[in-house]
């Protein structure tokens, strides 16, 4: 047995001790809590709190290059963002591998094991194509290798210098030209638009239906009077008349809103990224972090420009930001920061019926950009199914707390899998009462009848028929039919 003895671990929300965590095929398989270190004597002991690897939900790489230089003079955003294109201007394929690398790993070591990559730097320097089309980013998927890092590559979008304005200076590096020509090198996967200032109104459709989807939202309140100025919306309202917004969109930042905004990424279940170790160093202004999340919105973090690498403070600067902003304390637990585990997924097609839930929910899971090895559906009517009924469930599957992999079982009748009809059910009972020696019966509950009779099934006749066959439509037959 391959695994960890935890002293202590974060499981399900709280603080477990003795935690073993098995480990099969570079999966874990198993998390078991109260087992003595001295009872599993191979597994490596881990003394302190083990939480889960955290993932960084905003990075730029390259802006690591930034750290201890940005932060030694007067400025604003604006000033800064002139000291980051020098060195936009300067990277190549090959210092570009470097510096990720070495970001990567800085963020492994602080807790991070996966990262959303926010890429723009696309082109050489005069804006011409590498040979290589995607060298740039192909230097990032070596960097994230090399750091043992996951990585979901968001392809991003920049084709303007402001509201449809040419690409100046260092921005022909990042310009394809156009939303087509953006589409045509990036291909599929996870994308990106830089922002409402970098992708014109016209272009945005390149971007719509693509997931995961990231953009930078309202972080200058100049971003919001370009926009109103440009289109009559916000950034927001921007984005959801293009319809950008939606559980698969994660805005970053969402700084500068008004309540009208809040109430559509709310409304919409629009995943919001806060980077407040860069926003702080940046002057850029307090998130509504908690607003947002009353509204609906899942929060995440990300580490951004790497002014700071250490995922914990980014989640403390939720919470203290909020104290600052508010002068009141206690607005988010230790769970809430840290549990990032659950996602809704909105079937806009409900109408289509339930099968439209399921695909909804297998998309967005496609959308991970990972390898699921397992789903589990239940429904949601199911009171008495809390989370250790999914564990036992899925262990049964693969392996995991309390069922041996393997375990699970399927409905299958006579060796053939699937549900019997009642026809087999009565052949069943008849086999099952002369095996035990006495009368077995069952229990029949028909679905509304009422409504397959309105489609011209009438379910009474074919039920009495079979009772009739088998001999068991009399009072003593021990099948009772219950309906509404
Ligand atoms: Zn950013």
Not at 109 to 117: C, F, I, L
Not at 288 to 302: E, F, H, I, T, Y
Request: charged share 20%.
């Amino acid at each position: 047995m391959t695994g960890y003895s935890l002293q202590r671990a974060w499981v399900d929300g709280t603080v477990l001790d003795d935690v073993l965590v098995e480990v099969a095929g570079g999966r874990f398989t198993r998390v078991t809590p109260d087992v003595a270190a001295a009872d599993v004597p191979r597994a490596t002991r881990l003394d302190g709190l083990t939480l889960p690897g955290l993932a960084n939900a905003h990075s730029h790489a390259f802006h690591r290059a930034l750290r201890g230089r940005t932060q030694r003079q007067r400025g604003t955003f604006w000033t800064w963002r002139e000291q980051m294109y020098d060195v936009a201007g300067r990277l190549t394929p090959d210092s570009y591998r470097e510096l990720a690398a070495a970001t990567f790993r800085e963020m492994v070591v602080a807790g991070y094991t996966s990262v959303g990559e926010f890429h723009y730097l696309h082109h050489q320097p005069d804006g011409t194509l590498h040979e290589e089309p995607n060298a740039m980013r192909d230097a990032l998927r070596d960097a994230a290798e090399t750091a043992s890092i996951r990585l979901v590559l968001l392809d991003t979008a920049y084709l303007s210098s402001g509201f449809g304005a040419p690409p100046e200076g260092v921005q022909v590096r990042y310009s394809d030209g156009s939303g087509a020509a953006w589409a045509a090198r990036a291909g599929a996967g996870p994308a990106a638009i830089h922002s409402v200032r970098a992708v014109p109104r016209d272009e945005l459709h390149h971007l719509r239906g693509r997931h995961p989807l990231h953009v930078h939202l309202s972080e200058q309140v100049a971003e919001n009077d370009g926009c109103l100025a440009a289109y009559g919306l916000t950034p927001a309202g921007l984005l959801h008349a293009e319809g950008l917004l939606g559980p698969r969109t994660t805005v970053v930042h969402a700084t500068h809103l008004t309540d009208d905004d809040i109430e559509l990424l709310g409304s919409t279940r629009t995943n919001v990224c806060l980077t407040p170790t860069t926003e702080r160093d940046l002057a850029d202004g307090i998130g509504p972090a908690r607003r947002l999340a009353d509204a609906g919105c899942r929060l995440s973090v990300g580490s951004d420009s790497h002014a700071v690498v250490d995922p914990f403070e980014e989640l403390r600067g939720l919470e203290m930001h909020e104290r600052l902003a508010t002068r009141a304390r206690g607005h988010f637990t230790a769970a809430e920061l840290l549990d990032g585990s659950v996602q809704v997924v909105v079937a806009e097609d409900w109408a289509e019926g339930m099968g439209a839930s399921l695909r909804a929910g297998l998309a967005a899971l496609a959308g991970l950009g990972e390898d699921v090895p397992s789903v589990v559906v239940s429904l949601v009517d199911l009171p008495d199914l809390v989370p250790q009924v999914v564990a036992r469930v899925v262990g049964g599957a693969v392996g995991g707390a309390g069922a041996a992999a393997g375990s699970l079982a399927r409905a299958a009748y006579d060796g053939v899998l699937g549900v019997p009809t009642f026809d087999e059910v009565l052949t069943m009972l008849a086999e099952e009462s002369a095996r035990h020696g006495r009368s077995v019966g069952v229990l029949v509950e028909l679905k509304d009848p009422a409504h397959s009779a309105s489609l011209g099934l009438d379910l009474a006749e074919p039920l009495l028929d079979d009772l009739r066959r088998h001999r068991r439509d009399h009072s003593r037959s021990r099948v009772s039919v219950m309906s509404v």
